[in-house]
């Protein structure tokens, strides 16, 4: 940003000093030896000026820091003048106008700018304008008239015309920026305010009314902690979830089936996915297989919630380029897998039998007292087999959280 308590000419090269971390004595001769170069130094003060926003520093230049900027401003200036006459040969009657121009326009858009950011007395303002203003427009009369001389096949009232909207413009251009910086302003205050809106609506129509309801239910402890683990998942979604790329993937249909059995059976589920995919960019096949796996995994958080006796259940799904891996934990009672009844077909058919005819793998590790670990994998790509059953379309479900390894 360009200084703006202690701007000398227009605050760019002490900004720039500023932002490097040198002295601006040295940036402001750089300024100097580019004015040099064919007004090189000039034109890029001018669309420093022009581009980066004032700053907010209230400290003015001490007394010696503005003499010495002044002295370089004009030495930059007469070495632009003379190098010009020296290199191109232009006559004076033609060069030294733009520099009549260029110094006007630089003492009226000085001086909004100063004005905008330190007020001053009337008078002083408006004698620099009405300088300035004079500057420019005697500027530009003698590059008519010049022009006329100069360039007699282009017609005089062309040239008078170029020059006054020329000179408008050169007059105008701070109106301008302070209307474009009032116009970024207002739309990033609507922005920031429909933002605040948005998120107040939001807490309104889910924390405050959650609180509500624990509030009413507050000698019902299963039931306040079903109500507070909800509304933690609903708010963590709101705040770190990304609809657009989450909305139809397998990590999100898994963890809808989570949330899912959380609510219907009051346990709390903890899914974690690494990698993703979305079932509707895969071939029809392949869609049934994510289908089927989405579903053995809700039969699993299923049985954890009624047989396991915990109130927690772990589910972990992994995305590789070769397959996909959920597992389903809890470490409640476990059992037997040897004395389950021949009438009890949840894991054979709902779970085993789902995951085999889409050409997945199923397996359960459970011991008494220990818990159990459902092992579900779902082959991708060429590597699934080719026989898979037509027939299921992709839920909206969602994983356990458990590791492969080391749970």
């Known amino acids: 940003m360009r200084r703006g308590g202690g701007r000398v000419i227009g605050g760019v090269a002490g900004g720039i000093a500023d932002h490097l971390g040198v002295d601006a004595f040295r940036v402001r001769v750089v300024f100097t030896v580019l004015a040099a170069m064919a007004g090189a130094g000039v034109l890029a003060y001018g669309l420093l000026w022009f581009f980066c926003p004032p700053g907010h520093d209230t400290a003015p230049p001490s007394p010696g820091e503005r003499r010495q900027a002044y002295g370089l401003a004009i030495v930059g200036l007469v070495a632009m003048s003379v190098v010009g006459f020296a290199a191109s040969g232009t006559p004076a009657a033609y060069l030294v106008p733009f520099v009549f121009v260029a110094v006007g326009a630089s003492l009226v858009w000085r001086e909004f700018d100063t004005s905008r950011a330190s007020p001053r007395t009337p008078v002083l303002t408006w004698t620099r304008l009405i300088g300035g203003a004079l500057l420019v427009i005697g500027g530009l009369v003698v590059i008519v008239l010049a022009g006329d001389q100069n360039f007699g096949g282009l017609s005089t009232t062309l040239l008078a015309v170029a020059a006054t909207l020329i000179g408008v413009l050169l007059l105008?251009?701070?109106l301008w920026m302070q209307m474009l910086r009032?116009?970024?302003?207002?739309r990033a205050a609507r922005i920031r305010n429909a933002e605040r809106e948005e998120i107040a609506s939001h807490l309104h129509d889910s924390v405050l009314q959650t609180l509500a309801l624990i509030q009413k239910q507050a000698g019902?402890?299963?039931?306040?902690?079903?109500?507070?683990?909800s509304q933690e998942r609903e708010l963590r979604g709101w705040l770190f979830?990304?609809?657009?790329?989450?909305?139809?993937?397998l990590s999100a249909s898994l963890q809808g089936v989570g949330a899912e059995v959380e609510d219907d059976y009051g346990i709390e589920v903890d899914v974690i996915t690494v990698g993703d995919l979305r079932p509707d960019d895969e071939p029809p096949a392949d869609r049934r297989r994510w289908t089927a796996l989405v579903g053995a995994t809700r039969e699993a958080l299923i049985n954890a919630a009624k047989h396991s006796g915990e109130r927690k259940v772990d589910v972990y799904g992994e995305v590789t380029d070769d397959q996909v891996e959920v597992f389903v934990r809890d470490r409640g009672v476990g059992f037997d897998q040897d004395l389950i009844d021949d009438d009890?077909?949840?894991i054979a058919r709902s779970i085993r039998a789902r995951m085999q005819r889409v050409g997945g793998e199923v397996a359960i590790d459970s011991t008494?007292?220990?818990?159990t670990n459902v092992r579900l994998t779902m082959p991708r790509g060429?590597?699934?087999g080719s026989d898979a059953e037509p027939g299921i379309a992709v839920p909206a479900e969602q994983p356990h959280k458990e590791e492969k390894g080391h749970r």
């Open 220 to 229: 019902k402890p299963d039931e306040v902690a079903r109500l507070a683990r």
């Open 368 to 371: 008494p007292g220990r818990g």
């Open 382 to 384: 060429h590597a699934a």
């Open 241 to 249: 979830g990304d609809p657009a790329q989450r909305a139809g993937s």
């Open 172 to 174: 105008t251009v701070p």
């Open 344 to 346: 009890r077909q949840g």
């Open 182 to 186: 009032a116009l970024n302003e207002e």
